[in-house]
C-alpha cells in the first residue's frame, strides 16, 4: 500500500532531473551575454579558491624559518600555479566576465557584437585552465609522473630548456596559455566592437559611461598585448620540440630575448588587469557618492594615457639584467610618467567624494579600500622605478608587497565590491549587508597583514621564490605576521561564498534599481530578461537615469 | 611550532628590533657595509618620504571626506562641481615634476653605479645550478664563499654556466643579473669587516632557496695573507688530507645535486659511487651501460686500468658525455674551476665517502693524531690518487 502511495510521485522525479539537466544543457549551449558573464565570473571565482589554497600552502611553508610542510618541488608547483592562475584565470576571466555581463546592457544592447564568438571564447578560457590543472594529474616530469610546471609564472628561458626541464610540464603550460590568449584575443574583439558599434541612440562616446571606456581601451591592450606572449611561447615550443634555437644560448639564442617578449606582453598585462577595478571603482564611487563623476573628459584621457605608456615601460621589470644605461634611462621615465595619470584618477575620485552623501553600504567600503591600498602600491611602484633603488629591491619581497598591493588590494578589492554593486542585478536579491561588513573588515585587515609586512622582510633582503630560508636575517616576524593574515583571508573568502549562496534565497529582493543608480543596465529588471530591454532606449547624458528620475533638472542641459 | 613562533616574536621585540635601531641599520635595511649603501638608501628615503606625504594626505582626505559627507538620510539633491581646471591642471602638472625631480636623482644615482672604477679589483663569478665559484686575480679559486679587501673598489665579472642567477647581497645594496652566455659586471667598496650574505635572487629552479654565499671582508693586510693562503690552499695538504679537504671545501658545491648518504637528488648520490663504477653498473641514456664501455676500446674506463678514477674525473670535467639513465643534462662543467689537484682530492673523497662523511652526510674532521707532520708527502706523488696506476691525462 505504501508502495503504491509513493508511486504517483515518481514522474515528478524524472521530470525534475530532465529540467535540471535541461538547464544544464541550457547554460552550456548559451550564446546570452549575460549567462556567459556569469560564468566567467564563476570559473574565475573556482579557480580563485583554487589559487588562494595555493597560497596558504606557500604562506604555512614560509610560517616559520627552515619549515618543510611541503617538500621543495611541490611548493615551486604552488608558486607557479598560484601566480599563472591568478593572473590567467582569475583576473582575466573576472574582468572578462564582468565586461560580458554589463556593457551590453550598459549601452543599450540585446547582446554582444558576437554572441557566437563569445561562447567560444569563454570554452577557450575554461578548457584551458582544466588543461593548465590537469598537469598536476597528468604531465610526465623528472621526478614523477603527474607534475604541475614548476618555473615559475614568468617561465623565465632557459630554465623552460628541454636541458632543464624535463618532461612535458612546459608544454602543458604553453598550451593551456595559448588557449586562453585565444580567448582573451576573442573577448578583446568582442568588447571593442560592442562598443563601437552596438551602443544605443544618442549615446556618443563622449556620453558612454565610463565603465565602458575604461574597458574599451582595456579590450584593445588585451588584442594588442596578449600576441607576443603566444609568439614567444610558440617560438618555446620549436625551441623544445623541434629543435630551434630561440633561447638556446648555447646555440647562439638569447635568454634576454624571452624577457623582453615575456614582459612587452607582461606589464600591459598588469595594466589589464587593473584598468578594470579603475572601471568599478569610476561606478561605485559616484553612486554612493551622489555626485556625477569629477572630471570625465581628464577620466578618459588619463584612461587612454595610461594604455599607451603601458605599452612602454616593460624594461621596468629588467633594471637587473644589465642593459645599456640609455635603455634603463627610458624606461626608468616612463615607468615614472605613468604615475601621473594614475595619479588623475586617484584625485578625480577623490574629488568626485568631496561634497558628496556618502552612504557606506558594502560595495563602496571595498571601494573607499581600493582607493587607499591602490595608492600604496602605486607609491612602492614609484620607489621601484628608480633604478638604483630598484637594484636593492628587485626580486625581493618588497616586490610581491607592492604588486599585491596593485592586483590584490587594487583590482580584487575592486571586483568584490563590484560584485557587491551588481549582484542584485544578476540574481534579483541583494547580498546581506551585516555578512558583507563582516567580510569587508575582515577581508581589510587581514589584507594589509598578509601584505604590508612583506615591504618590510623585502627591505631585510629577504629574496622572492624561496623555498626556505634561515634565521636570523629579521625575517622572522614579518613572515609570521604574513602568514596569519593570509589564514584570515581565507575566512573572509569563506563569508563571501557563504552570503552569495545565502543570499541567492534569503537575500532582501532588489528590485530594477536598489542603489538609486544612473547607467541604464539599473533601468531594466533585474535580473534581466534575456532580451535586456523591452524598447532599445535613448540616451541624452550619460547619466540617463538622472534624467528619467528628475525630469524637471535634467543633466543633458549641463553636459 | 607555537613555542618556536612565540620565541620569534620574543626575540624579535626585544632583540632584533633593538639591535635594528641601535646598530648601523638605518630604517628597516639591513646594515650599510659597503660605500654606495648610504647613496642609496638615502634616495630611498627620499622618494619614500615624497610618498609618505602623498599618501598621508590621500589618507587623510579620504577618511575626512567619509566622515563629514556621511550621508545621514537617502537624499537626492547632488548638483556640484563636475571639473574644476585649476585643480586638474595643479595635480597633473605638481606631480610630473616631483617625478621629474625624482628620475634626474634616480638617473645619477645610477651612472655611479654603473661605472666602474678603474683600479677595481676584479673577482670573476660563475653561477650554476646551485653553487658560487669566485675566481682571484692570483689564481684562488672559492666556493660558496668569497675574500674581499675592504675599502678598494671590487668588480665582479659574472656569467652563468646554466640559467639565470642574481648576486645579491643586501649589505652592500648590490644586485645584478648572472645571465649565460653574456659577462656583466657589478662593483662596490666593502667599507666594514665582516661576514655577509650573497643570495640568489633570480629563480633558478629546486635549489635556488640554497644558493647562497658567505661574503668575508678583511682589512687590506689581512685580505693579502689570506688571498695567498688561499692560492696554495690545497697545494700544501699531504695527501692524507686531500679527502678531508675535498670534504670540507669542495663537496658543498656538489651538495645540491648529490647527495652522501644515498638520498636522492637533482645528481646521483655519491654514497657508493666507486662502489657503482668499479662493477659497471651505471646505464647511460645513450643507450649503454659501464660494464660494456669498459670492456671496449683502449681501456680508458676499466678498472684495471684506473678507469674508475677516469670516469669519475670525465664526468666532472665533461659531464654532458655520459648522462646516467633517470637524470637530466644539467650538470655544469668544472673545467677551469678546478685544479688537477683538486679533483683528485674530489676522486679521493668519493672513493673513501665513510671516512669524510658522519652517515647523516655531515663533515666528520680529520683526526687530529693521525695527521702527518706538515710537508711530509711529497706534491708529486699525492697528484695521484692512492695506487691504481693510470694516471689521468690532463
Known sequence: MSVLSQSPSAPNLIKDRQSKLTTLHSWIITVDHKKLGLMYCLTALVFFVIAGFEAMMIRWQLFIPENDIIVTQVYNEFMTMHGTTMVFFVGMPMLTGFATYLIPLMVGARDMAFPRLNALGFWFTFFSGILLYSSFFMAPALYASGAAPDFGWFAYAPLTAKTFDRGHTVDYWIFALCISGFGTMIAGTNIITTTLCMRCKGMKLSKMPLFVWIMLTDAVLMVVGIPPLTAAQIMLLMDRELGAHFFDVNAGGSAIFWQHLFWFFGHPEVYILILPAFAIASEVIPVFSRKVIFGYPLMVAATVGIAFIALGVWVHHMFAVGLSPAINAIFSGTTFLISIPTGIKIFTWMATMYGGRLKFDTPMLFLTAFLGLFTVGGLTGITLAAVPADWQLHDTYYVVGHFHYVLFGGLIFAVFGGMYYWYPKVTGRLMSEKLGKWNFWIFFIAFNLTFFPMHISGLLGMPRRIYTYEAGHGWELWNILASIGAFMQMIAVALFVWNAIVSLKRGKVAGPDPWDAWTLEWATTSPPPEYNFEEIPTVRSRRPLWDLKHPEDPDWKYE | ?394
Open chain 2, 1 to 394: 611550532m607555537i613555542t618556536l613562533v612565540a620565541d620569534i616574536i620574543q626575540a624579535e621585540a626585544l632583540g632584533t628590533l633593538g639591535a635594528t635601531l641601535a646598530g648601523g641599520a638605518t630604517y628597516w635595511m639591513p646594515e650599510q657595509a659597503s660605500e654606495v649603501a648610504p647613496k642609496i638608501d638615502w634616495l630611498f628615503e627620499f622618494i619614500n618620504v615624497i610618498c609618505y606625504i602623498f599618501f598621508g594626505a590621500i589618507l587623510i582626505l579620504t577618511v575626512g571626506f567619509s566622515i563629514a559627507y556621511r550621508r545621514r538620510k537617502r537624499v537626492h539633491q547632488d548638483k556640484s562641481a563636475t571639473h574644476h581646471t585649476a585643480l586638474e591642471v595643479t595635480w597633473t602638472i605638481v606631480p610630473l615634476l616631483i617625478v621629474i625631480v625624482m628620475f634626474y636623482m634616480g638617473m645619477t644615482g645610477y651612472m655611479y653605479l654603473d661605472t666602474v672604477p678603474e683600479n677595481a679589483y676584479e673577482v670573476r663569478v660563475n653561477g650554476q645550478v646551485w653553487s658560487w665559484t669566485f675566481q682571484h686575480p692570483n689564481g684562488a679559486v672559492e666556493g660558496n664563499q668569497v675574500t674581499l679587501p675592504m675599502d678598494r673598489p671590487v668588480q665582479f665579472i659574472m656569467t652563468s654556466s646554466d640559467v639565470l642567477h642574481a648576486v645579491f647581497i643586501p649589505a652592500f645594496r648590490v644586485k645584478n643579473d648572472v645571465v649565460p652566455g653574456r659577462y656583466r659586471t657589478l662593483w662596490f667598496t666593502a667599507t666594514k669587516p665582516g661576514e655577509y650574505q650573497l643570495m640568489c635572487a633570480e629563480y633558478c629552479g629546486k635549489g635556488h632557496s640554497d644558493m647562497l654565499a658567505r661574503v668575508f671582508v678583511l682589512p687590506e693586510e689581512e685580505f693579502q695573507i689570506e688571498i695567498a693562503r688561499l692560492a696554495q690552499e690545497y697545494m700544501d695538504l699531504p695527501t692524507e688530507a686531500l679527502g678531508y679537504y675535498a670534504a670540507d671545501k669542495l663537496y658543498p658545491r656538489c651538495a645540491s645535486c648529490h647527495t652522501v648518504n644515498g638520498d636522492p637528488g637533482t645528481g646521483p648520490s655519491f654514497k657508493g659511487l666507486w662502489e657503482r663504477t668499479q662493477a659497471g653498473e651505471q646505464k647511460f641514456t645513450n643507450g649503454a651501460t659501464l660494464s660494456q664501455l669498459q670492456k671496449q676500446g683502449d681501456g680508458f674506463y676499466d678498472p684495471a686500468m684506473g678507469g674508475v678514477q677516469n670516469y669519475l674525473r670525465e664526468s666532472i670535467l665533461y659531464p654532458q658525455k655520459l648522462i646516467n639513465e633517470g637524470y637530466g643534462p644539467v650538470m655544469p662543467s668544472f673545467k677551469g674551476q678546478l685544479k688537477e689537484r683538486q679533483v683528485d682530492a674530489l676522486i679521493m673523497m668519493i672513493r673513501e665517502l665513510e671516512t669524510y662523511f658522519e652517515p647523516d652526510g655531515s663533515f666528520k674532521p680529520q683526526p687530529e693524531n693521525t695527521t702527518p707532520a706538515e710537508g711530509a708527502a711529497g706534491t708529486e706523488e699525492a697528484t695521484t690518487p692512492k695506487q691504481d696506476g693510470g694516471s689521468p691525462e690532463a
